[in-house]
């Protein structure tokens, strides 16, 4: 196994430990958790692409590592009160139809890339994440990480139609033969 996908793994891995160290209100080691697992999201991407160490793997458990990092962080935050289940909501049926979309087309042999506004979702959630973690500690972090929120709440929105728009051609709304 190579190194990009052991740093997926090891996102994956990281998941957990961060849930549990933040319901133990453990927020300082939590965040470096998950600030260390963030760093490997950027980290796996450009070493697999500058060694020439894409895999299939990677394509799939990278995006996945990074869904399951962030979204557990928010079931948190919905636990404590901090963000709102209807937000998540939203981010889940938007990974829900884009993952759909994705597996669908590699039904067809299609590959859906990920555009740049799902990139901009996914740091801008993650940057909402480390505020909302040390919210107890300041009101300017708390408010740093809520307009974070809400930006990476637009983003969702915005990359969703985007692939929806840029690839309905993914769906056949006819019966298949």
Excluded: H
Excluded at 3 to 17: D, E, G, Q, S, Y
Excluded at 111 to 132: E, N, S
Excluded at 154 to 169: H, L, P, R
């Amino acid at each position: 196994m190579n190194l990009p996908n052991k740093l997926t793994i090891a996102r994956m891995i990281a998941a957990p430990v961060y849930v549990i160290l933040y319901a133990l209100e453990l927020y300082i080691p939590a965040f470096i958790v998950f600030v260390a697992a963030s760093l490997t999201d950027m980290l796996d991407g450009r070493i697999a692409r500058e060694r020439g160490l894409v895999t299939n793997f990677g394509k799939i458990m990278d995006p996945l590592a990074d869904k399951i990092l962030v979204y557990s962080a928010f079931c948190m935050f919905i636990d404590k009160g901090i963000v709102p289940g209807w937000m998540l909501i939203i981010i889940l049926a938007r990974e829900f139809a884009v993952s759909g979309m994705r597996t669908v087309a590699a039904s067809e042999g299609k590959v859906i890339a990920a555009g740049m506004t799902g990139k901009i979702k996914t740091v801008l959630q993650m940057f909402a994440v480390l505020f909302l973690i040390l919210e107890s500690y300041s009101n300017v972090l708390s408010i740093i990480g809520r307009v974070l929120l809400w930006a990476s709440l637009v983003m969702t929105v915005v990359s969703g139609a985007e692939y929806i728009i840029k690839n309905i051609d993914v769906f056949s709304f006819e019966e298949s033969k």
